[in-house]
């Protein structure tokens, strides 16, 4: 992709992104806890740097997502027997995912002890 035009290459990024959300259900699930996460933010309109603490989180989950499915189909494609060290590495991809998602709900947690006790 280097010295490719900039809609090049936000084409084939799209393409990935529309690849996983048609493929990965978890990422379908991601997005859809983003989309209550916006509407709380909406609905409650905290200050900005929540509006940044809690957008970060959900960035990094869905980015974590990407990845995840990035390693999960590149690995598939080159190794699809199974393999010990293979499953490994799938697994702690899938744990990247889990302690983001950890770490946004924590974050989604202080927001909401913050908001009750305003």
Do not use: C, Y
């Not at 690849?19 to 709380?40: D, N, Y």
């Not at 990094?60 to 990035?70: G, I, K, P």
């Amino acid at each position: 992709m280097k010295g490719q035009h900039f809609s090049r290459r936000l084409h084939f990024a799209l393409l990935g992104l529309k690849r996983t959300l048609r493929a990965e259900r978890s990422f379908r699930t991601h997005l859809a806890a983003a989309a209550g996460m916006l509407a709380v933010l909406l609905a409650t309109r905290p200050a900005p740097v929540w509006w940044a603490i809690l957008g970060l989180a959900v960035g990094f989950v869905l980015m974590a997502e990407l990845l995840n499915t990035a390693l999960e189909t590149l690995i598939d494609h080159l190794h699809p027997e199974q393999h010990p060290e293979i499953g490994a590495a799938k697994d702690i991809a899938a744990a990247a995912v889990l302690v983001a998602s950890g770490f946004a709900a924590v974050a989604g947690l202080a927001f909401a002890v913050d908001w009750i006790s305003n």
